[in-house]
């Protein structure tokens, strides 16, 4: 099947422009003409997409990442929605905001999408065109308020969504800012300490010791602080390697397994996980619903959005009955994998037909909770990266004390 775009007079005599999917042009023509319509002008979509498409391969792709931060699509959602809602074609929408957009690369794939829908396309096909920058879920979403006629209403929830989400993320990362911080900053006073410190050290207490054995901690320190310095290079691959090793365990099944299972069940850390996902999954489901998206590829699209391999493992099940038949309340709770209070709101929002509102509702309730949760994290990381820290440099700061001890001790003797 071919696209054609088409311009034509209708019975009244009024122009029209569409497009139009068959065989061949002459086809297509004869379609039209049963409708009632007189075509004036026929083209072929294909070629122009060609064009589009080799267009956006010349574009320069950023070397790190998409290129287009989430915040650049929220904003891009929240400006096309406004504009929609204004009256303003969806085609002369994105040429303005194209216009305004200071980023090249999200520049360069608005005004592709605005190609896409100059042709005859639609805007959802735009967006999956490019899906490292609008994801199933976007794209979903578009072509669900396209169907319906409420692009603007959608993507006026899709801003909102995002709004959200970014909010919620930007906390919980705002939370390990502190102990990332710590942790750095124990890592280099300990770096400086071995290779610069303990060394002249070494040779102070060496001499007034006249060859005497040093205590066992200090000497520890002291063999550590030689391997650093002599084996500089060694030490920094088998750091290398330590980190590389961790992220490659990580990303093997039974890494990932353990490492989601731990981030459920680490204290204060698995609440503020759990309250999170339940967050995530109840605001992007409940949108999904709203904008009319069906139930089933709903719950698939959701589960994209989870970053835990056991909930998405649970969701899969859910999803399985919910296709025989289930209702949505009953295995999600068998599941146990979100609490009791979510599930009950679920089921009452399945017998009054407003699940979408009630899944949009328990998501703002447990915004607030992870608001609660990333306090009580912050609360608690701080005196344990202290205590920490202290524990590490006050370890070495006793290791060159002992021997100032043993020395004193010597020299009050030999008084």
Same mark, same amino acid.
């Given at each position: 099947m071919a696209k054609f775009a088409y311009t034509a007079a209708d019975k009244e005599g009024h122009e029209? !422009?569409?497009t139009i999917e068959s065989t061949s042009e002459s086809r297509a023509r004869k379609e039209l003409a049963s409708q009632g319509f007189t075509v004036t002008k026929m083209s072929e979509v294909v070629v122009t997409e060609k064009k589009a498409s080799a267009k956006a391969k010349k574009r320069p792709k950023p070397l790190f990442g998409t290129g287009v931060k989430s915040e650049n699509v929220t904003i891009f959602s929240r400006q096309l929605a406004t504009l929609l809602k204004a009256g303003l074609p969806l085609l002369r929408s994105l040429e303005v905001i194209a216009r305004q957009e200071k980023n090249p690369y999200f520049k360069g *794939?608005? !005004? =592709?999408? @605005?190609? $896409?829908v100059r042709t005859g396309n639609k805007? $959802?096909?735009?967006? %999956?065109?490019?899906?490292?920058v609008f994801d199933k879920l976007y794209v979903n979403m578009a072509r669900a308020g396209e169907a319906g006629g409420v692009l603007d209403v959608v993507l006026d929830r899709l801003s909102t969504f995002q709004e959200k989400a970014l909010k919620t993320t930007n906390k919980v990362?705002? @939370?390990?800012?502190? &102990?990332? /911080?710590?942790?750095?900053?124990?890592?280099?006073? /300990? @770096?400086?300490?071995? /290779?610069?410190v303990i060394p002249q050290f070494q040779k102070i207490f060496s !001499?007034?010791?006249?060859? @005497?054995?040093? &205590?066992?901690l200090t000497q520890m320190i002291i063999?550590?602080? =030689?391997?650093?310095? =002599?084996?500089?290079?060694?030490?920094?691959l088998i750091v290398v390697a330590v980190i590389v090793g961790f992220k490659l365990f990580l990303k093997t099944k039974i890494g990932i397994r353990m490492w989601d299972t731990a981030a459920l069940k680490a204290p204060k850390i698995g609440d503020m996980v759990m309250k999170s996902t339940v967050a995530r999954f109840t605001r992007t489901f409940g949108t999904l619903l709203a904008s009319g998206v069906p139930i089933l590829e709903a719950l698939n699209i959701t589960r994209g959005t989870i970053n835990n391999s056991l909930i998405t493992d649970a969701l899969l099940r859910v999803h399985d009955r919910v296709r025989d038949g289930e209702p949505l %309340? %009953?295995?999600? =709770?068998?599941?146990? *994998?979100f609490p009791t209070m979510v599930t009950s709101m679920v089921e009452v929002g399945e017998e009054t037909g407003q699940l979408s509102e009630m899944l949009i509702r328990i998501a703002d309730n447990y915004d607030e909770e992870v608001d609660n949760s990333v306090g009580a994290i912050t609360s608690v990381i701080e005196p344990i990266m202290i205590v920490f820290l202290a524990v590490v440099v006050g370890t070495i700061v006793i290791a060159l004390f002992l021997p100032i001890i043993q020395i004193i001790t010597k020299l009050t003797g030999g008084a």
């Open positions: 029209i !422009e569409g *794939i608005i !005004e =592709d999408i @605005a190609d $896409s805007f $959802s096909e735009g967006l %999956a065109q490019n899906p490292k990362k705002s @939370a390990m800012v502190y &102990p990332i /911080v710590i942790m750095s900053v124990a890592v280099i006073i /300990v @770096a400086i300490l071995m /290779v610069f !001499e007034m010791l006249n060859g @005497a054995a040093m &205590p066992g063999n550590i602080s =030689d391997f650093m310095r =002599d084996n500089y290079i060694l030490t920094i %309340a %009953a295995p999600l =709770d068998q599941q146990h *994998i």
